[in-house]
């Protein structure tokens, strides 16, 4: 009896410790190119649900456009996928409570981009 309730407690504790949270994905579904965040607090602590947002103008002489914006998880990561490879600078505005943060992707240059933004 004691054994079994111990070898439960034992999974238990295991199962809570393998359950990460999920990163925040958006898929634009245009190219292949991506960029991944992480954002923290001036402390240097992940923020919860900050929006990252960005107006993306693509195609021939950038006459298509696209608003993107996802949230980042607990740990303070996001991901944008499917970003074209060829399309005009990228600035990100990445804001929480009035604190705000802004990072630039040159898709031609850094097709794979990962960013750190500070809240300030």
């Known amino acids: 009896m004691i054994f079994s309730i111990l070898a439960l407690v034992l999974s238990l504790a295991r199962l809570q410790q393998a359950?990460?949270?999920?990163?925040?994905?958006?898929?634009?579904?245009?190219?292949?190119?991506?960029a991944d965040f992480t954002v923290k607090d001036s402390d240097g602590k992940p923020v919860y649900a900050a929006a990252i947002h960005v107006r993306m103008r693509y195609g021939m002489m950038g006459v298509k456009r696209m608003d993107l914006e996802v949230g980042t998880n607990?740990?303070?990561?996001?991901?944008?996928?499917?970003?074209?490879?060829?399309?005009?600078?990228?600035?990100?505005?990445?804001?929480?409570?009035?604190l705000k943060a802004t990072v630039e992707q040159n898709l031609t240059a850094s097709c794979f981009a990962r960013f750190e933004a500070i809240l300030k």
């Not at 359950?19 to 991506?34: D, R």
């Open 74 to 98: 607990e740990r303070g990561l996001a991901r944008i996928e499917g970003l074209p490879t060829k399309a005009r600078l990228l600035v990100y505005d990445i804001q929480k409570a009035g």
């Open 19 to 34: 359950v990460e949270p999920e990163v925040a994905v958006l898929k634009a579904g245009l190219g292949p190119c991506s």
